[in-house]
Each structure stands twice: as structure tokens, then as C-alpha cells.
């Protein structure tokens, strides 16, 4: 038997295996070309060089309609008011989320799926609400290496990078709300929040995911499970009915430092290129990816190797969940 019959053979018993899905879709791209979530210069060059990376061309390709929205316009928050002292840059990372959420919005509104382009990962406030707003029973699978579920109580650095899930889950929001994020208003339960490739995760972040329940598979689960197996037990996880649109926010920083080493925050141990790859290829065969984040790629950290690399791996991660068969496209 090829393995052509051997994948067709296997896919009718399993809706997560089967041959990678080539429908053509409509795609709305918007760059989130924000740093200020975090504290290195650069991120906020991602969406430009992704963009030039020639995947937007690679995408239509594939047979897919693009439309580009360009990068968002920056923040206009006030900046010299302080409501965290502990948490930095609050109002400009709130407002810029909010013009993120509305983008995201109005591009599902127009039936495409959205493409995001970060960017640090703190915008993924913005693209998880702005997503649920426009589908409420939408999940998410959040691919990094960190959790980035920290409070406002819980941050050790204040880089809310590490705290975007706290503002979009229900079950964090004990506190009374803050002006800035009052915009705030659809949010993620935490049964419909899975994260794969977990490895440096804050002790209070611990905590919260143990209390909440929540799906988490760290790097040592991947290894046990395997990358394929890992994701099918997420998507069963969160969405057990296999009907639910999919939301994956992935942080480039999930993959091993050998294959994106131009990120602010590198860890040791992490997915290589080929797992992130087929994470994404699994999920695309769900037919069910309505939302999909590429964020903190960072052109100011590394030589021009090293970033030509880590923006490759972001091309291919990007293919890779819209169809793109390592088989060969017709």
C-alpha cells in the first residue's frame, strides 16, 4: 500500500489524520507591529520582514486570496499615567490591543480567516478577543515556550508579554477591571485554552493553570506523546465535539533556539522546525483554523543568518497551517 492509501486508509477513523487540507480560502493578513510588551528593540519589525519573506506570494500560490491590511498605526495612549507601577508600558499595550481586537474582528466579519503577524506576544490579548468576539466558542492553542498567564499581582518583570492570557480568560478576572481594559468583553474559558511546548513556566503561572484546569503539554509530554499525538489530545481536550473554530497563537520562541534564534527570549529544549510544522499541519487538516498568530520574531537580535533563519522558520510555520503539503503542491 502507498502512503498515499496508507493516510487516506487512516483518516477515515481519525479526524485529525488524513491528507493536508488545499481548499482555497480567503485570507485577511494584518502585522501587529508592536514591542512595547516586552523590553528589546526590533519586534516590531516581524511583520516586515515575514512579509518580505515572500510567504504572502507563497500563500496565493497555494491558491489562496490574500488581503493585506498592513501594519497597525501605534498606540495613542497616554503614556505618562502609571495605574501598575509594577507592569510596563499598561495604557499603550491596552490601547494598542484594542485596535488589534477590532481588526481582527472586522477581518473575520469579512468571512476570511486571519493571519497576524507579530510583533511581541502580548498582542495576542487583542487577536484572541477580537477572534472571540466574532465566534465566542472559539478555542485556542497557545504554542511557547512560556505560559504567558501572569496577573498584574503575579508578573515578576511587568513585561506583559508574559500576562496576555490573563486579560481574555474568565476565570482570571476576580479584580475589579481596570479602565483601560474595559473594551474587554468576550472571554476565553479556560477548558477551550491548550498549550503545547510549555519548558519556563513561572511558579504563580503553575499555579494557575493546576487550578484552572487547564490543557498543558510541555516539552516533556511532546517527547512522551509525540508531536501528532500531542496535538490530537489538545484539540480533544478543548474541543471534544470537533466542531469549534481554532485559534492558534504561536510564539516563535516554542521552537528550539537552533531553529529560531533571533527571539527575545530563547529556551533551550524546544520544538524543532519539523514539529512546528506538523502542529500546524494537524491542525489544518481539522479543516477548522479560522485564526492563526506568528509572533516575536525579532530582526535586531542575532546576525543576518541567524534572523534569516528564524524568519524562514516563521514562513514555513505560516505554509505549513494553510496547506502547504512538504509532499508537493498541484
Not at 505618562?80 to 510596563?88: I, L, M, N, R
Not at 481596570?178 to 498549550?195: G, M, T
Not at 513556566?201 to 508531536?227: F, T, W
Not at 527575545?264 to 514539529?275: N, S
Request: charged content about 20%; glycine content about 8%.
Amino acid at each position: 500500500m502507498n502512503l498515499c492509501k496508507i493516510i487516506m486508509t487512516v483518516s477515515k477513523s481519525s479526524p485529525y489524520l488524513g491528507l493536508i487540507l488545499t481548499k482555497h480560502l480567503h485570507i485577511g493578513v494584518v502585522g501587529a507591529a508592536f514591542e512595547k510588551g516586552q523590553s528589546k528593540k526590533g519586534t516590531s519589525l516581524g511583520p516586515k520582514v515575514i512579509r518580505d519573506s515572500s510567504v504572502l506570494k507563497n500563500l496565493k500560490d497555494l491558491g489562496h486570496q490574500i488581503e493585506d491590511f498592513g501594519d497597525l498605526t501605534k498606540s495613542n495612549a497616554q503614556i505618562d499615567k502609571v495605574t501598575h507601577s509594577k507592569v510596563k508600558n499598561w495604557h499603550e499595550v491596552a490601547s494598542y490591543n484594542k485596535s488589534v481586537s477590532d481588526k481582527v474582528f472586522q477581518i473575520c466579519q469579512s468571512n476570511r480567516k486571519v493571519l497576524t503577524l507579530g510583533g511581541d506576544h502580548s498582542i495576542g490579548a487583542g487577536t484572541v478577543h477580537g477572534h472571540l468576539t466574532a465566534y465566542p466558542d472559539s478555542c485556542v492553542i497557545w504554542v511557547d515556550a512560556h505560559a504567558d498567564i501572569n496577573t498584574v499581582k503575579s508578573t515578576p518583570s511587568g513585561n506583559m508579554h508574559g500576562m496576555p492570557l490573563s486579560f481574555v480568560l474568565k476565570e482570571l478576572q476576580d479584580e475589579p477591571s481596570s479602565p483601560e481594559w474595559n473594551w474587554v468583553k468576550n472571554r476565553l474559558s479556560a477548558k477551550n485554552l491548550a498549550f503545547i511546548g510549555l519548558r519556563d513556566v513561572d511558579p504563580e503561572e503553575r499555579k494557575i493553570i493546576n487550578e484552572l484546569g487547564i490543557c498543558s503539554l510541555s516539552m516533556e509530554e511532546v517527547d512522551l506523546m509525540g508531536i501528532k499525538e500531542a496535538v490530537q489530545f489538545a484539540l480533544n481536550m478543548i474541543d471534544p465535539l470537533h466542531r469549534r473554530p481554532l485559534h492558534v497563537s504561536f510564539d516563535v520562541d516554542a521552537l528550539d533556539p537552533v531553529e529560531a534564534p533571533s527571539t527575545g527570549t530563547t529556551v533551550r529544549g524546544g520544538l524543532r522546525l519539523r514539529e512546528g510544522m506538523t502542529l500546524l499541519e494537524t491542525v489544518n487538516t481539522t479543516g477548522r483554523l479560522s485564526a492563526l498568530d506568528i509572533v516575536e520574531v525579532n530582526p535586531a537580535i542575532g546576525n543576518s543568518e541567524q534572523v534569516g533563519q528564524t524568519v524562514e522558520a516563521a514562513r514555513r510555520l505560516v505554509l505549513a497551517a494553510f496547506g502547504n503539503s512538504r509532499q508537493g503542491n498541484s
